[in-house]
């Protein structure tokens, strides 16, 4: 069983669920409500991201994805 701060590493920063986590500015928030169904975890703000999870702040660890193939 994967842990629950594992899922959430996995989430930003694993390959695949490309349409998982996405960004979208404060102005167009109320579109994309109406577009899908959404959950705003955090916000990107000039500091950083950040995202709320257990009713605290947390501030994201830069990271990224690189996609390799052939191992």
């Known amino acids: 069983m994967v842990s629950r701060e594992r899922a959430v590493k996995m989430a930003f920063c694993a390959g695949g669920d490309f349409e998982l986590v996405f960004t979208v500015r ?3 928030l109320e579109a994309a409500r109406l577009a899908c169904e ?11 991201i950040w995202v709320e999870q257990a009713g605290e702040w947390r501030q994201l660890e830069a990271r990224g994805y690189e996609h390799r193939i052939g191992g």
């Open 26 to 28: 404060r102005d167009a």
């Open 38 to 48: 959404l959950t705003v975890i955090g916000e990107v703000v000039e500091e950083g």
